[in-house]
């Protein structure tokens, strides 16, 4: 059971005023939500968003198995035995026409990101729809639904805390990537959608991976009292050990600092 507790909210409209506030929010959660972000992001073109995801979701089975993998896991995922609630839509690169333009020929639609919709229903109330992990990338931003709860993140004493839905906002959550490059500064936040009530859930998440280069912190959050926590990687590279380790929430990292790998 989640205690209920506010997760840090940032005002994108207060900057620089909201610099220290934030930078809290990213050591001390790995999260916040984002609000008064509509010059860049209307709430019109959200509604219009959630509109074409569920329209997405509704084509055919064999149209949305069209949606292919570009690298594991980035295409559709349907409904599993061991986890009949969950079903996901997306593509690997928003920043790549190539990956944008073949989305929507896949699918003969226009395009989002991951998409997700959780079939929940009376017997599925207190199951997982997506079991506890960190996100693998450097940040991830979620449009999440307006109305059926369900994500949780877990505080720095271990608790889960409901993110309730906060319609006409941004949910954004920190992942590996952002953790290598702040020396271990900034918290990989753990997270999970356990499914509430017997509704169906939509969310829409984009995830800002990492750069393609070398991950590595910047000179000023390395010194005598902070020596450098991990080795260099790139995204790619970690994204594959991470798979191999078949770990999700995090601990592949450790295999990244160099005294494991000393041993
Ligand atoms: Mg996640």
Redesign the pocket.
């Known amino acids: 059971m989640a205690t209920k507790c506010s997760i840090p909210a940032i005002d994108l409209q207060d900057f620089p005023n909201q610099l220290s506030k934030l930078i809290s929010a990213c050591e001390e959660w790995g999260c916040f939500r984002l609000f008064n972000h509509h010059e860049v992001l209307p709430l019109t073109l959200m509604s219009e968003m959630k509109a074409v995801v569920r329209s997405l979701f509704d084509l055919p089975a064999e149209i949305k198995r069209q949606n292919t993998d570009v690298i594991t896991g980035s295409g559709y995922m349907g409904p599993k035995v061991n986890n009949p609630v969950y079903e996901a839509l997306g593509f690997h690169d928003m920043s790549s026409l190539h990956d944008v333009d073949s989305f929507c020929s896949q699918l003969d639609a226009s395009p989002d990101q991951r998409m997700n919709k959780y079939h929940f229903t009376p017997e599925t109330v207190g199951s997982p729809g997506v079991r506890t992990?960190t996100?693998s990338g450097f940040l991830?931003i979620i449009q999440d639904d307006d109305v059926v709860g369900g994500l949780e993140v877990m505080n720095n004493s271990g608790e889960f805390i409901a993110v309730d839905p906060s319609p006409g906002t941004l949910f954004v959550n920190l992942g590996d990537m952002a953790t290598v490059w702040s020396n271990g500064r900034f918290c990989n936040v753990k997270?999970r959608v356990q499914c509430k009530e017997a509704k169906i859930r939509f969310s829409i998440a984009s995830f800002l991976s990492g750069p393609r280069e070398v991950v590595e912190p910047p000179p000023e959050l390395v010194d005598d009292e902070h020596p450098r926590v991990y080795v260099a990687t790139t995204y790619e590279e970690y994204r594959k050990l991470r798979f191999s380790m078949k770990l999700q929430a995090g601990e592949t990292l450790a295999l990244l600092c160099p005294s494991s790998s000393d041993k």
């Open positions: 992990h996100d991830t997270h």
